[in-house]
């Protein structure tokens, strides 16, 4: 990696500087700021990100600071991007959200927000990939691919096209449902997948969201899955994938009917701010992928099975009548994950309210689907996604 236009747009900072009541331009702002001299060095290598960015109005930079930088390129993501520019402007471009977010805008229920990432080398999700945002106790935070989390450390910078903050990660750009699967142990659902020759269908079809079944649940209906032909199979699979919406914890709201590649509908049933999908649980939600979102979910649905959770479930129950295998099937092949996703993060938790969920404390993990209450309270969820 090269910095020589670093200077340059060091000079232009000074050159820039005003006093504090009248924002500054994005360059003073991050010539400024000692902590942004990695990222500043980053952007003066693309310098029409850079020029878009300068005159960009109505954006919020999420600005990864200098020890951001350095832990980001020590990793093997970070190894990845020397060599790829294509890259460096894609993972940046996912650092600038689409609106004016201050930190009071951002509050303990999600909101998923679009970021200026529309390359579809990267992301095909309509409107710009998202980020996930959520106030946790006192701490502003942004879920990012395989539920990778950064923190704002300093927040509310203000910049003549809008605000800025600095945060304590690179954000890890959504990756493809297979290599996501991986990483987050689906890989019997991986392996179906591909005995299933689904695997493009699957990875490039924009504005997906799946219902991921666990390893578990597929080891729990072994007996059923033995005898389900190749084509069956792929029936069963495409009943886990709505394709045409990309629907996250906010659009899971009560009674919302969805119709999946398979032709049937799915129906949505949340109870005191746990999701069940059909009669299955909605584990751990909102895992941001390439061409939309994946939830994990505790059993495997059946497209001849659309029975309802019962009202006071607490776990998911299974949509075949089956016993359980020996071991997890479809997974002989498959590759061991290596990259974990975030184990904090860990699903609707009980009785999440809107109103509930302002009092909780930060270190309570499932205040991220605070989200599922609002979205439930508000009810416009289920209007918005069949447009
Ligand atoms: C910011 O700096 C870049 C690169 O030096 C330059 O292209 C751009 O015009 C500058 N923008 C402003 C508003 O000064
Ligand atoms: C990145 O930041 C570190 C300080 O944390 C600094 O030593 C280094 O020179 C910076 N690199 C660039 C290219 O700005
Ligand atoms: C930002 O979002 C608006 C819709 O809210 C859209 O019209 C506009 O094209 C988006 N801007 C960018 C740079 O993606
Ligand atoms: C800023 O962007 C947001 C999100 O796209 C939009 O809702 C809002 O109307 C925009 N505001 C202005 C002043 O353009
Ligand atoms: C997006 O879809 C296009 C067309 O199907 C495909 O070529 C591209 O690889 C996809 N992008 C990603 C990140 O999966
Ligand atoms: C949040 O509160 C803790 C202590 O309660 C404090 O150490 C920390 O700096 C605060 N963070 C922010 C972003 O205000
Ligand atoms: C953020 O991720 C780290 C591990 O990478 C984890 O220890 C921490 O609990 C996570 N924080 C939140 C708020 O999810
Ligand atoms: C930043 O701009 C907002 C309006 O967008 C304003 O309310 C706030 O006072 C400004 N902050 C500073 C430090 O000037
Ligand atoms: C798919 O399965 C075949 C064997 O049936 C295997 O050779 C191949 O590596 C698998 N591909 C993926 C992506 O899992
Ligand atoms: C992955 O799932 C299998 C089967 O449920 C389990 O035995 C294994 O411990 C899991 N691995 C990790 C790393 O979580
Ligand atoms: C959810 O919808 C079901 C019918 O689909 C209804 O019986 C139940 O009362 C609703 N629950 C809530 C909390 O509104
Ligand atoms: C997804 O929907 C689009 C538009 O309706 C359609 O062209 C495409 O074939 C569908 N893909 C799958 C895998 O169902």
Known sequence: MHFKHLSLLALAGYALAQDSSTPQSLNATLSGNDQLSNLTSFLALQPQLLDTLSNAQNITILAPSNNAFSAFLNSSAGSQLADDPGLVAALLSYHVLNGTYTSSMISNTSTFVPTLLTNESYANVTGGQVVEAIMIGNETVFYSGLLQNATVSQADQNFTGGVLHIIDSVLTLPTDILS????????????????????????????????????????????????????????????????????????????????????????????????????????????????????????????????????????????????????????????????????????????????????????????????????????????????
């Open 180 to 387: 996501t699967a991986s990483a987050a142990n689906l890989t019997a659902l991986r392996g179906a997948i591909n005995a299933t020759n689904l695997i493009d269908t699957v990875n490039y079809t924009p504005d997906v969201t799946i219902f991921a079944p666990t390893n578990e649940a597929f080891q729990s209906i072994g007996s059923a899955l033995e005898n389900l032909s190749e084509s069956d199979l792929a029936n069963v699979l495409a009943y886990h994938v709505v394709n045409g919406t990309v629907g996250y914890s906010t659009d899971l709201v009560n009674g919302t009917s969805l119709q999946t590649a398979n032709g049937a509908n799915l129906t949505v049933t949340v109870e005191n701010g746990t999701v069940f999908v059909n009669a299955a649980r909605v584990v751990t939600p909102n895992v941001l992928v390439a061409n939309g979102v994946v939830h994990v979910i505790d059993n495997v649905l059946n497209p001849s099975n659309t029975s309802l959770a019962a009202p006071d479930a607490t776990t998911g129950a299974p949509g075949f009548t089956a016993s359980p295998g020996t071991e997890v099937p479809f997974t002989s092949g498959q590759p061991t994950p290596t990259t974990q996703i975030n184990p904090t993060s860990e699903g609707p938790g009980p009785a999440e309210t809107a109103a509930s969920s302002s009092s909780t404390g930060a270190a309570a993990a499932p205040m991220r689907t605070g989200a599922v209450g609002v979205g439930a309270l508000l009810g416009a969820g289920a209007a918005v996604w069949f447009l």
